[in-house]
């Protein structure tokens, strides 16, 4: 049976140089193609995750709520940080839900404990009994309780890239990951598109790869590469697309012909 982990970006959601701005008319577009794959692969399992773009980037800057919390202050920061998270999943949700699209949003403050901001326990049964049930589990980069700090945030891509491995471990599903963003893929040294990212690339476009421009608190391109290029070793494909393309997400997932760059372990 085929899962595929489906990440919807921040920067495509939102305008993350404008805070608090969601993009509802790409929420609909990117709905209206999880609609067409389920309707051409009924018995496709997928895992959605949002990006918290312009909303919970914000308070995390303001609060450091990545280096935990110890002040009233810093509490109520992490609280306001979840807060926002919440606030542009739910929205995100309402559109699924109007497509007639049976997701239900799973917080990681509820699946995920850290430790000195390294995971210490994860707890997928949630999202495992989700999937059984024929639901689509909706997650997002939030706050998670932290067992040295108090608190810190774990990313969508974390997050995805931690189910990812999770489930091509369980050995029940063949494991595809599909982030779909507000750019065409991921460039080289020459501003190209890379239309991969084997063993054999990786070290010479490396140094090519930078941060994000706007807020972000859990990096940018490189951050999300690398993560992505340790789990493709377990043999899990991922996709970094350009989400702006109509149909392009739907391509990926239907494996045929996308935009974006494919990272691989061959």
């Known amino acids: 049976m085929e899962l595929v982990l489906v990440k919807l970006g921040g920067s495509l959601i939102t305008d993350k140089d404008k805070p608090y701005t969601a993009r509802p008319d790409m929420m609909i577009q990117l709905v209206k193609q999880v609609s067409l794959i389920r309707h051409e692969n009924p018995n496709l399992k997928l895992i959605i995750g949002n990006g918290a773009g312009s909303f919970a980037h914000q308070s995390a800057k303001r609060y450091n709520t990545i280096d935990g919390f110890f002040s009233d202050v810093e509490k109520l920061g992490f609280c306001l940080v979840h807060q926002d998270a919440l606030d542009l999943n739910i929205l995100l949700a309402k559109f699924f839900l109007q497509a007639g699209l049976p997701v239900i949003s799973l917080p990681p403050l509820a699946l995920a404990v850290t430790q000195d901001k390294k995971l210490f326990t994860l707890d997928f049964s949630a999202i495992e009994n989700s999937l059984a049930a024929g639901l689509i589990p909706l997650v997002f980069g939030d706050v998670v309780l932290d067992k040295a700090i108090g608190g810190t945030i774990i990313s969508t891509d974390t997050l995805l890239a931690e189910l990812a491995k999770y489930f091509f471990i369980q050995g029940n599903f063949q494991v595809r990951l599909v982030n779909a963003g507000n750019y065409p893929g991921v460039r080289g040294q020459d501003g190209q598109v890379l239309s991969n990212i084997t063993p054999a690339n990786y070290p010479l476009i490396k140094a090519a790869l930078g941060q994000s421009e706007s807020v972000d608190v859990t990096g940018g ?46």
């Open 221 to 266: 391109m490189l951050t999300k590469v690398e993560e992505f290029f340790a789990i493709s070793s377990l043999g899990i494909d991922c996709w970094i697309i350009d989400g702006n393309i109509t149909g392009n997400l739907a391509r990926a997932v239907l494996k045929q012909p996308a935009q974006g760059t494919l990272i691989r372990a061959f």
